[in-house]
């Protein structure tokens, strides 16, 4: 893939994963994420080709500018996207896969002095939060996703969700579950993100059940029109689609603010 058509890629790439994004001038010049992951494809291909001093320098120089610190020997795949960006450290030895997402102050780092295989490995589509640290020669599995703080010291199963000090695993979704909840998500407009049937966050929990007692009630009701029809009825066959418009949040949560004003002026604790 030449230079600029990965540019026009990593572009596309960050509009999918940050609503904050409003045109792709914009992010070419505002987003140090991008321009990390931009300097840091150049001070590899030095690195490869044994200049390795001056791969190094202009790493660093890439540090000053953006605040974050990526070796040149570290292999980057596709579509990876740093957001926000400052402190982010990536080892010599690391390698990312492609799709993979990096939030401000996560390191991959070693935990050995020797020399060879030191910093971890992610699969595809991982997802590591803000703060996190994965330490050592470790796999992280494709699309897992690590919580913000967590230290990952061991091995991360595929499409597992890892929380904590420690890094322990909390949830490793059933696939046609996930598959039922994420297509239910994006029909009702909602991003199901992290939503498991063993997700710790009581909230999220309840969301999943939720969803998951929709899908049996759309089954249900699809199989019911369905024997009507059969007895010479005229009902729909399919389940009607709800859009929910992003003005309908935007104004939900505009009067919940409002409300929460007026809470605070008649429960003002001052008086």
Same mark, same amino acid.
């Given at each position: 893939?030449?230079?600029?058509?990965?540019?026009?890629?990593?572009?596309?790439?960050?509009?999918?994963?940050?609503?904050?994004?409003?045109?792709?001038?914009?992010?070419?010049?505002?987003?140090?994420?991008?321009?990390?992951?931009?300097?840091?494809?150049?001070?590899?291909?030095?690195?490869?080709?044994?200049?390795?001093?001056?791969?190094?320098?202009?790493?660093?120089?890439?540090?000053?500018?953006?605040?974050?610190?990526?070796?040149?020997?570290?292999?980057?795949?596709?579509?990876?996207?740093?957001?926000?960006?400052?402190?982010?450290?990536?080892?010599?030895?690391?390698?990312?896969?492609?799709?993979?997402?990096?939030?401000?102050?996560?390191?991959?780092?070693?935990?050995?002095?020797?020399?060879?295989?030191?910093?971890?490995?992610?699969?595809?589509?991982?997802?590591?939060?803000?703060?996190?640290?994965?330490?050592?020669?470790?796999?992280?599995? =494709?699309?897992?996703?690590?919580?913000?703080?967590?230290?990952?010291?061991?091995?991360?199963?595929?499409?597992?969700?890892?929380?904590?000090?420690?890094?322990?695993?909390?949830?490793?979704?059933?696939?046609?579950?996930?598959?039922?909840?994420?297509?239910?998500?994006?029909?009702?407009?909602?991003?199901?993100?992290?939503?498991?049937?063993?997700?710790?966050?009581?909230?999220?929990?309840?969301?999943?059940?939720?969803? =998951?007692?929709?899908?049996?009630? =759309?089954?249900?009701?699809?199989?019911?029109?369905?024997?009507?029809?059969?007895?010479?009825?005229?009902?729909?066959?399919?389940?009607?689609?709800?859009?929910?418009?992003?003005? =309908?949040?935007?104004?939900?949560?505009?009067?919940?603010?409002?409300?929460?004003?007026?809470?605070?002026?008649?429960?003002?604790?001052?008086?």
């Amino acid at each position: 893939m030449g230079m600029f058509s990965g540019i026009k890629e990593d572009i596309r790439s960050v509009f999918e994963r940050d609503p904050a994004a409003r045109s792709a001038f914009e992010v070419l010049t505002t987003y140090p994420g991008l321009h990390a992951i931009w300097l840091h494809r150049l001070s590899h291909r030095l690195w490869r080709a044994q200049w390795r001093w001056l791969a190094r320098w202009l790493s660093t120089l890439g540090r000053w500018l953006t605040g974050v610190e990526i070796h040149p020997g570290a292999k980057i795949g596709r579509r990876f996207f740093i957001d926000h960006g400052m402190g982010v450290v990536i080892g010599e030895t690391a390698e990312i896969g492609d799709d993979c997402t990096l939030y401000h102050g996560v390191t991959l780092g070693g935990t050995s002095w020797n020399p060879g295989k030191r910093h971890p490995t992610l699969g595809n589509g991982v997802v590591i939060g803000a703060g996190a640290k994965v330490l050592g020669p470790l796999m992280v599995g =494709d699309n897992a996703r690590i919580g913000s703080n967590a230290v990952v010291v061991k091995d991360v199963p595929k499409a597992a969700t890892v929380i904590g000090i420690p890094g322990r695993v909390v949830s490793k979704p059933d696939a046609d579950v996930s598959k039922q909840r994420q297509h239910l998500a994006k029909k009702y407009g909602f991003d199901a993100y992290a939503v498991a049937a063993d997700n710790p966050d009581p909230v999220a929990n309840a969301i999943g059940s939720l969803l =998951d007692h929709i899908q049996v009630l =759309d089954n249900k009701v699809a199989e019911l029109c369905h024997s009507v029809n059969a007895l010479g009825g005229n009902v729909c066959e399919e389940v009607p689609t709800v859009n929910i418009e992003e003005s =309908d949040f935007r104004e939900a949560e505009q009067r919940a603010a409002e409300q929460r004003c007026k809470d605070e002026e008649v429960f003002d604790p001052r008086v």
